[in-house]
């Protein structure tokens, strides 16, 4: 390829970060199974300590398996560097951690992962952080949530279960306007599907464990750092922006610019935190990254379907599918994601909460369980099940209420799928 010629998205699934290994010519990156790394002398030692030179040390901090699932995962988001961590909430975890004080603020959609909520509600108050919550269909309650301790604001492309497109650009307008870094979870969508970065996101974090990772077999999560945001101009964010003391005074942003932010998630956050992906995992999720163009299309090609099956059905009160015609979303859909609008939708039962139990129960191909983004098409009645610990005003507003199923659909024959909902309907 000649020098000038910019790789496509598919060609970077598979070849972005990886270069057969200079020692022993293995063509697929090994699993560099290796808790630490032999320093060539004591002067190698003090600039990997010094973060004058960059290498390995160990594996909580950096590893080479990992070093590729960071390029690649960069590289197909379009961001300055990432860091894998060992799940998506992990990643949550340090991209807080990297940016809050005690006693900051933070706007959050309240549609969201019921994981996330739980987290930003309750483990955050710990640290002294604060969630404000906002609807993620109004760009205006963001800024009516914006106070003077705001540090950052927090959205999912697709939201999660509700099958809500984000209007991220009008969100990102509110976010300048405060001086705050905007942060995505592109879980649901997949750089294949959209690239936030393009519509004004600052940092992406992901849940690899969906998608991205693709097959059920393993956790992780990734920060990535779009390099779009000033922290010296801020001066809000003294992690970045003050010397600092475990660095021997280095201010990071100053030594690092445009890629600062995924330095200190990495020698801070992941450092001080602790939660480093197992080398294992980075090597399965990078497999499944591979392929993941002509997965994401299969999943969107086949929910369209389903949807439009479902809409039918006669036992169904509603289909939120944002790929549908009529639905809400379907413009911001076709404006942030034409190729499709993802694989996880929700639909609702005119017979409530029972009903949504008898389905879940009488699949035989849909699997009943707490995941996402697998090739196996997966179930869940999300009310007795992820979000059970919310109140019922809180699922609700989360679209996630007692008649609510939600749907992963995998990569199986369509006809299949259709088949086995149809005669776990005539059960409900
Ligand atoms: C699963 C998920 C998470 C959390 O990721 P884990 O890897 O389970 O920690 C966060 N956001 C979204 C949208 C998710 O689907």
């Known amino acids: 390829m000649s020098e000038e010629r910019q790789p496509g998205f598919n060609t970077l699934a598979i070849h972005a970060g990886a270069q057969p290994d200079p020692s022993s010519g ?11 790394f032999v320093f060539d002398d004591v002067d190698h030692a003090a600039a990997l300590f010094n973060l004058e030179t960059f290498g390995n040390i160990y594996t909580r901090i950096m590893n080479p398996t990992q070093a590729v699932l960071e390029e690649r995962v960069a590289a197909l988001e379009g961001g300055t560097a990432a860091l894998a961590v060992a799940s998506g909430h992990a990643a949550q975890a340090i991209v807080f951690h990297t940016l809050l004080e ?16 739980n987290q930003f509600s309750q483990a955050f108050t710990k640290f002294g952080w604060r969630v404000r919550w906002a609807d993620t269909t109004d760009a205006e309650s963001f800024r009516a949530a914006v106070t003077p301790k705001t540090k950052a604001i927090f959205v999912e492309s697709i939201a999660n279960p509700g099958g809500i497109i984000t209007d991220i650009a009008a969100i990102s307008a509110v976010a300048k306007e405060a001086g705050v870094p905007l942060i995505v979870d592109n879980t649901l969508a997949t750089p294949y599907l959209m690239q936030p ?11 690899l464990t969906k998608f991205l990772g693709g097959h059920g077999n393993s956790i992780g999560g990734a920060i990535v750092d779009c390099g779009t945001f000033d922290w010296i101009a801020s001066g809000r964010y003294p992690t970045l922006s003050a010397p600092c003391p475990s660095y021997h005074g280095i201010t990071l942003a100053e030594t690092f610019g445009n890629f600062a932010f995924a330095i200190a998630c990495r020698v801070l956050g992941l450092r001080d935190l602790g939660p480093a992906i197992a080398p294992l995992n980075a090597f399965l999720i990078l497999t499944g990254i591979e392929t993941l163009p002509l997965r994401m299309q299969r999943h969107c090609d086949n929910a369209l379907q389903v949807a439009e099956w479902l809409t039918a059905h006669d036992k169904v009160a509603w289909v939120n599918y944002a790929g549908l015609p009529g639905n809400e979303f379907l413009a911001l859909a076709e404006r942030y994601c034409p190729k499709g609008a993802g694989g996880v939708f929700t639909f609702g039962l005119k017979g409530g909460y029972d009903a949504g139990i008898a389905v879940v129960s009488n699949v035989e191909l849909f699997s009943h369980l707490a995941n996402i983004g697998d090739t196996r098409s ?3 009645h999300p009310a007795s099940t992820t979000h059970r610990q919310l109140s019922d005003e809180q699922r609700d507003r989360a679209g996630a209420g007692s008649d609510v199923v939600r749907l992963s659909i995998g990569l199986e024959d369509v006809d299949d799928l259709i088949a086995d909902l149809d005669q776990a309907l005539a059960k409900a």
């Open 26 to 36: 293995a063509r697929v990156t090994p699993i560099y199974q290796t808790t630490s």
């Open 378 to 380: 997966l179930i869940i």
């Open 197 to 207: 970065k393009e519509h004004g996101a600052d940092i992406i974090v992901h849940s």
């Open 102 to 117: 005690p006693g900051d603020e933070f706007i959050a959609a309240r549609q969201l992962y019921g994981g996330s909520m």
